[in-house]
């Protein structure tokens, strides 16, 4: 008999505005060097948002940047579920190619959590896909905050942006703020066997610009 799988509520996440430079260095990566900066609402916060800045990058002219959201499963343990860990790669290469940076946001999961992520992750395995499995834990399909990534350009003064996306949601964040969305840059990563449906979810129902 399989147990019943309930959600636990998620703690209210920091506001934009509550967002504090907290902390640098500068890390040395197999991209190359990056100015690791964290932003958080208080400096004993164990995840904060990250920002990685290319040593020269320049907030004079536009930036190539990529806002991408925690996730744990496959940027650090390479899951083949999604395609986020080879997003984070192609992005920290262009980041370190062009003197960019990424954002890293602490918003694993489209904002539900690891423990979400792996019952919802449990319900996909029953048919489910990845918008019914959130839907059935009483959870939204997305609930990042893109406001916090524009708080953290503001902070490093950069005006206009190149976007590493396919997302529209993340182009739609920038239409009432006061940095100006300059172009689009794909970021096409060819699916395999494991995360097919997941892919033709994100593209078919989410919209994810893929062509």
Same mark, same amino acid.
């Given at each position: ?23 640098? /260095?500068? +890390? ?20 904060? @948002? ?8 320049? %907030? ?30 192609? /992005?920290?290469?262009? /980041? ?19 423990? !979400? &992520? ?15 499995? !959130? *839907? @059935? ?9 893109? $406001? +916090? ?17 396919? !997302? ?7 239409? !009432?703020?006061?940095? &100006?969305?300059?172009?689009? *840059?794909?970021?096409?990563? %060819? ?5 097919? $449906? ?14």
């Amino acid at each position: 008999m399989t147990a019943k799988i309930t959600s636990p509520k998620m703690p209210p996440l920091p506001t934009a505005e509550d967002l504090v430079r907290q902390a640098e /260095a500068v +890390i040395p990566t197999p991209y190359g060097d990056f100015l690791m900066i964290a932003y958080s609402d208080s400096a004993t916060d164990y995840a904060p @948002h990250l920002a990685l800045v290319h040593p020269e990058m320049d %907030p004079e002219k536009p930036v190539v940047i990529r806002m991408h959201s925690e996730c744990i499963t496959g940027d650090l343990f390479g899951s083949k579920r999604c395609d986020c860990g080879e997003q984070l790669d192609f /992005a920290l290469t262009q /980041a370190a190619a062009k003197k960019g940076m990424v954002i890293y946001l602490r918003q694993e999961g489209r904002g539900i959590g690891i423990i !979400n &992520k792996l019952k919802a992750y449990q319900l996909q395995d029953t048919g489910l896909d990845t918008i019914e499995a !959130n *839907l @059935h834990l009483g959870l939204e399909v997305d609930s990042r905050q893109y $406001d +916090i990534a524009e708080k953290i350009l503001e902070d490093l003064q950069v005006s206009e942006v190149k976007l590493l996306t396919n !997302n529209p949601t993340k182009i739609y964040a920038f239409d !009432n703020s006061d940095i &100006k969305m300059v172009e689009r *840059l794909p970021i096409v990563i %060819p699916a395999v066997k494991e995360n097919e $449906d997941y892919l033709r979810t994100k593209e078919e129902s989410m919209g994810h610009l893929f062509k």
